[in-house]
């Protein structure tokens, strides 16, 4: 099998990378390559951003949000977890993607996991996920790709993908929550990741015998601009989310206030305002300068730039209004 090199860790340009290799790679051969990401959740393509993820978490610990190309539920990177992609030819989807996947779960027994695969998408040890992968198609072409947990961050997992159930009513695909291991316990030859990725990358590759390939010049310049255009974009990352229906009530200083409303393409629609607030103007009328308004924390608040708040809700200020919204959690 041949191999790329991917040393990249920006989630947004490995969802590119991705979609690149499977659409663009100009090689019959099946090709495989090893990489990591940096603190990030990554969605799958159906999946609602705000439904899935804690976003308040996200941004008060630096972790980014990329959507990629393939179906299934949402994940935690970070330096210490280890992706795999393979890529290649499909001529019989119920063969091919098995096959591939054995390619995986051969290499981690010959590090000695006793590894299976188990369920709709996981590689498990013990009964305790260690991988999830997932799978798309491109004309003749088949990508599968997933996730080898070697010391990610448990706490900082749980958290990420941790979303109150009463916020949203989502449509789109919800992720299955499973208990989780990390390979380290399973591999005590190695101390860093980079040590695993260097042993699986020697036995996908037959201890590379001439089988490393390279992606040309344009062909990196092409990664970057499609990563600018498209997988970097609010547009791709939130846009995309399939309709939500919204409601959350708080006691703020004018009282109780329930906001309802609908999150349809990552944006606020059809707001209203209910509970036993007091204020001087009727709340519809600000409910109607959100409209459009994308649902995150910084496009509210510019939003209610200009806009007495305490005027619709006595002695409540933007930010209060805006906390009421997503919910925020200022751990």
């Known amino acids: 099998m041949k191999y790329l090199r991917n040393s990249s860790t920006d989630p947004h340009y490995n969802m590119t990378f991705d979609e690149f290799c499977l659409e663009r790679f100009p090689s019959d051969d099946t090709v495989f390559y090893l990489w990591r990401n940096s603190p990030s959740v990554i969605i799958g393509r159906n999946q609602n951003a705000y439904a899935e993820v804690n976003l308040p ?5 630096g972790i980014r949000l ?21 890529v290649g030819r499909s001529r019989d989807l119920e063969r091919d993607c098995p096959e591939y996947l054995h390619m995986m779960l051969d290499a981690l ?20 996920k260690v991988s999830g ?21 448990i706490a900082s997992l749980t958290e990420a993908l941790s979303v109150p159930g009463s916020k949203l ?14 390979l ?21 590759s037959r201890d590379y015998a001439d089988s490393q390939v390279f992606l040309s010049g ?12 498209k997988f970097s974009t609010w547009e791709w990352n939130f846009g995309l989310s399939p309709k939500a ?66 005027n619709y809700f006595d002695n409540t200020s933007s930010d209060q209004l805006a906390d009421l919204f997503l919910a925020f959690d200022r751990r």
């Open 218 to 229: 344009k062909d990196e310049a092409e990664i970057q601009e499609i990563c600018r255009a």
């Open 245 to 310: 229906g919204f409601t959350h009530a708080a006691k703020l200083p004018c009282g109780t206030v329930e906001v309802c409303c609908s999150i349809v393409r990552g944006k606020i629609r059809g707001l209203s305002f209910g509970g036993d607030f007091i204020g001087s103007l009727p709340a519809e009328g600000l409910a109607a300068a959100l409209d459009g308004c994308r649902f995150d924390r910084a496009s509210i608040l510019e939003a209610l730039r200009g806009l007495c708040v305490s």
């Open 133 to 153: 992968y997932a799978k798309r198609v491109y004309k003749d072409r088949l990508m599968v790709h997933g996730t080898l947990m070697y010391d990610v961050d």
């Open 184 to 204: 380290k316990d399973y591999l005590p030859q190695f101390s860093r990741v980079e040590e695993m990725q260097a042993a699986l990358e020697r036995i996908l």
């Open 57 to 61: 978490y996200l941004e008060a610990h």
């Open 66 to 86: 990329a959507r990629r190309v393939t179906g299934g539920g949402a994940v935690y990177h970070d330096l210490q977890n280890l992706n795999y992609t393979i």
């Open 169 to 182: 009513d989502a449509a789109g695909i919800a992720s299955v929550r499973s208990r989780v291991a990390n």
């Open 109 to 128: 027994r010959a590090l000695g996991v006793p590894a299976e695969l188990t369920g709709r998408n996981d590689i498990v040890v013990d009964g305790r």
